[in-house]
């Protein structure tokens, strides 16, 4: 049985007080920090890169941190992710030229690899790699901004992903990240998700603690992974 992760993404937190945020979310019973790095070119949106991650170490953070890369090129910024203290590092398929090499350069890096597929991106990028596979990341809306609406056929995907991965017998994490909220969660568990990232769903209330024990509660009718 793998446990369920609920992986809280700093895009919704607040920034001016970053540190403080993330060892709230933690204190409040997260298990990893999604970290979404947007390069305004992948996606038309820009935010943090490895500084923010070595800073968010020194302040003291122990947890995962999950590093999202929405960003192309690929390869050149990982090393330095991995430096930075990043734990996972996943990224899109069709924003790197060479797959394989990406996740070789992760895992050379010291980190956990996985790729992200957007809602319309294919599946078959998966044909050849789930040996080298950590993680697969399902987004369930399009990426570059938190909260947007879960789009409902990422359940079905979702399945299928869930099969491919039973069948293959590899050790790899099912998340999905965008609209994850406590009233559709347990649906994108019973669907095969093991580790879902939040982020307005959790950040934008005041009481951390109590969204994240109502997500537990929903996902606790759920059979784990
Ligand atoms: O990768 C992302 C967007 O590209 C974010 O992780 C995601 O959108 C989380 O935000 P929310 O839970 O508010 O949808
Ligand atoms: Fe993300």
Do not use: W
């Amino acid at each position: 049985m793998r446990p369920f992760l609920i992986a809280p993404s700093i895009l919704s937190a607040d920034f001016a007080r970053l540190g403080s945020d993330v060892d709230a979310v933690l204190d409040a019973g997260a298990d990893v920090v999604h970290f979404d790095v947007m390069d305004n070119h992948y996606v038309p949106n820009l935010t943090v890169g490895p500084m923010i991650c070595q800073a968010l170490r020194d302040y003291g953070i122990t947890a995962d941190i999950d590093v999202h890369l929405m960003v192309k090129p690929v390869d050149r910024i990982i090393p330095d992710f991995a430096k930075a203290g990043a734990s996972i590092i996943t990224f899109h398929p069709e924003a790197s030229e060479h797959i394989d090499r990406s996740l070789q350069v992760i895992k050379e890096s010291g980190c956990k690899a996985g790729l992200v597929f957007n809602p319309a991106t294919p599946l078959h990028y998966l044909d050849h790699v789930m040996d080298k596979l950590d993680v697969i990341l399902l987004m369930s809306v399009n990426p570059g901004f938190g909260g947007q609406s879960f789009i409902p056929s990422t359940l079905d995907k979702l399945r299928q992903v869930r099969q491919r991965i039973d069948e293959s017998g590899f050790d790899i994490r099912l998340q999905v990240d965008g609209g994850v909220k406590v009233d559709n969660i347990a649906d994108i568990a019973k669907a095969g998700a093991d580790m879902f990232v939040a982020g307005s769903a959790i950040f934008n209330q005041p009481d951390y603690k109590a969204v994240i024990d109502d997500m537990r509660s929903e996902l606790a009718s759920v059979h784990e992974a």
